[in-house]
């Protein structure tokens, strides 16, 4: 047994609070190492007859990955506090893993045992509910439509005419919008996330210049309460984008530090090295990578804070939006972000709080600051196997894992999944314009755990490389849209929105992998319906044998048909030994 191995840490995603009662406890072991973990736990004070009270139960194998297993175990304390341990066996030997360390048997003296003091409601991870049950839709306001052509900014080009790049404009805005709402009810969508909104110099409005208004070519206050309004009536929430960041260089506090330098009453609203100020060949203070443009905010100094707090709070209370996705939400101090959750949630506790992070996310997750983050391990995964094809499905099953294991439950429901976004290219053109791997995208995401979300556009196989050419103006000619993938798309989310096994609230396990075939095959459990999904991103037709079904006590099982909403049952013995997948193609069964 690989003792030095076994790792467990009473915090963060290893031991954490799921509900006001439940304890979510992960011991990682070496990889095929262990046949069987036990969790030994009880009361720290439960005592009788100088004896401490312990019961015992199995822990379930979760995951594995090259490296490690995982093991999983939800528990409810009596008295919401517990010490335990951990029983490890294989066919050799057992030992006791303990914070105390690893010992022959159970040690007498409970200091040894890993410790929970008290399981306090207000630790407890509490993200929106209704996020879980969300399909999003991320808009990129100035290519989605052209409401009202008066507002177009001056050398605007007509709609679609010409490829995007990073200074045209088209004349896309919030009535543009409003028009198009149904379109997004028809698809399934009840989340719009939107990229900035507020009053920039550029068509992408990251280089904000007054955080208190709408961007004159978008509209007015007027416009914006009436979409929120008109989005909410159709049981949409709408998330906009707050860049706290850095502001523009058009930004009044930075402009008065160009004209006063150090003498400006805003110079520590901004990390300035030393005056005067230069651009070229790059900036002498602190910007978004090295765009002079992009000035980053000195959230330290209690004015930008105060600022910065004003303004998140404004858009909640006054116009009752519903979300914040926070750009560039790692390079801003966690002091801040602290009192950023805090001021919100004041206003409007369901509020949904999305960090721009693209990487291991777990110091903005432990319920303080965040409700998730952009889940971008999950999309690095899921492009490279099924798109890309430059990963194997052995290494995307255990990307996956890690991803699943990475945070806890509670995270994971409401994680951000996308495929795509404005600073990548979309899913088409990286699946080298193969619509039947951008089928196999949308089924995995929209059957995964946590809040999908689509690119504008995708939905009818608009095609575009990274930015700008993944920021084309929407189209909305019948004839350009690839219509069938969009009933596909359609199908889809309206079955993670009716059938909860197939949606968020079932667990996910992969079942198998096989590299040869480029093969997946992973599992939904509720605890009395399981779906088994067979997925083929391999080029050839691919047999499976039906033992991974594991349906020996089953009499009949059903095969779900996503294309025409339909379902086929099967007798078991109907069901032949291999079953065949076609190339780039699934096959999904349902088993009570």
């Keep these: 047994m690989n003792k030095e191995a076994i790792y467990h840490r009473p915090k963060d995603n290893f031991a954490y609070a799921y509900d006001n009662e439940t304890l979510h406890l992960v011991l990682r072991t070496k990889k095929n190492d262990l046949e069987m973990v036990e969790l030994v736990f009880g009361d720290p004070y439960d005592w009788i007859d100088n004896q401490w009270q312990s019961v015992s139960k199995h822990m379930k194998k979760t995951g594995t990955t090259s490296l490690h297993d995982y093991w999983f175990i939800a528990v409810k304390p009596n008295y919401r506090r517990m010490r335990y341990a951990f029983i490890c066996s294989n066919e050799h030997e057992s030992c006791i893993y303990s914070e105390g360390g690893i010992f022959a048997s159970l040690p007498s003296d409970i200091a040894n045992y890993f410790c929970f003091p008290y399981l306090s409601s207000i630790d407890v991870f509490n993200?929106?509910?209704?996020?879980?049950?969300?399909?999003w839709y991320q808009l990129f306001p100035e290519r989605f439509a052209n409401g009202n052509e008066q507002l177009n900014p001056k050398g605007s080009l007509p709609w679609g005419s010409a490829d995007p790049t990073p200074t045209n404009f088209f004349g896309g805005d919030l009535e543009g919008i409003i028009q198009h709402l149904d379109y997004l009810v028809d698809l399934g969508i009840n989340g719009i996330y939107l990229t900035p909104i507020f009053k920039a110099y550029s068509n992408h409005k990251y280089d904000t210049i007054d955080y208190m208004e709408i961007d004159p070519q978008f509209g007015d206050k007027a416009t914006f309460r009436l979409f929120v309004q008109?989005?909410?009536?159709?049981?949409?929430?709408?998330?906009?984008?707050?860049?706290?960041?850095?502001?523009?260089?058009?930004?009044?506090?930075?402009?008065?530090?160009?004209?006063?330098?150090?003498?400006?009453?805003?110079?520590?609203?901004?990390?300035?090295?030393?005056?005067?100020?230069?651009?070229?060949?790059?900036?002498n203070y602190d910007t978004f990578a090295f765009v002079p443009t992009m000035p980053k905010l000195n959230t330290k100094n209690k004015e930008v804070r105060d600022y910065l707090l004003k303004v998140a709070t404004y858009w909640v209370e006054t116009f009752d939006i519903d979300g914040w996705r926070l750009d560039v939400a790692n390079e801003v101090d966690h002091h801040f972000w602290r009192m950023f959750r805090q001021a919100v949630k004041e206003?409007?506790?369901?509020?949904?709080?999305?960090?721009?992070?693209?990487?291991?996310?777990?110091?903005?997750?432990?319920?303080?600051?965040?409700?998730?983050?952009?889940?971008?391990?999950?999309?690095?995964?899921?492009?490279?196997?099924f798109a890309k094809q430059n990963m194997n499905a052995a290494t995307f099953t255990e990307t996956i894992t890690s991803v699943l294991h990475m945070y806890s439950q509670n995270v994971n429901e409401v994680a951000f999944n996308l495929l795509d976004s404005h600073d990548t290219p979309r899913i088409l053109t990286l699946a080298n314009d193969n619509e039947a791997r951008v089928k196999l995208l949308y089924l995995f995401q929209l059957s995964f755990v946590g809040t999908p979300c689509i690119y504008y556009g995708d939905e009818i196989g608009m095609a575009g490389d990274t930015d700008p050419g993944c920021r084309a103006c929407m189209q909305w000619n019948p004839n350009q849209q690839k219509q069938e993938l969009y009933r596909f798309v359609q199908s889809l989310i309206h079955l993670r929105k009716t059938n909860p096994l197939f949606g968020n609230h079932s667990d996910i396990q992969f079942l198998q992998s096989n590299d040869a075939s480029n093969t997946i095959v992973y599992e939904k459990n509720d605890g009395h319906h399981r779906l088994v999904f067979f997925l083929n991103a391999g080029e050839k037709e691919a047999n499976i044998t039906r033992d991974i079904l594991r349906i020996s006590s089953c009499k009949y099982l059903t095969e779900w048909h996503i294309q025409n909403q339909q379902a086929r049952k099967y007798r078991i013995d109907e069901l032949p030994t291999l079953i065949t997948v076609p190339p780039l193609h699934f096959r999904i069964f349902e088993i009570v």
């Design 127 to 135: 993200a929106p509910d209704w996020v879980k049950d969300t399909v």
């Design 230 to 283: 008109e989005c909410h009536q159709r049981g949409i929430k709408v998330m906009l984008d707050a860049v706290f960041n850095h502001s523009g260089y058009y930004f009044p506090p930075f402009q008065d530090v160009l004209k006063n330098q150090e003498v400006s009453i805003y110079k520590d609203w901004f990390h300035i090295w030393n005056f005067p100020i230069v651009t070229k060949p790059r900036p």
């Design 347 to 385: 206003v409007k506790s369901d509020v949904y709080i999305l960090g721009e992070i693209w990487h291991d996310s777990m110091p903005w997750l432990h319920g303080d600051q965040f409700d998730a983050v952009m889940n971008y391990p999950f999309t690095n995964g899921a492009i490279d196997f």
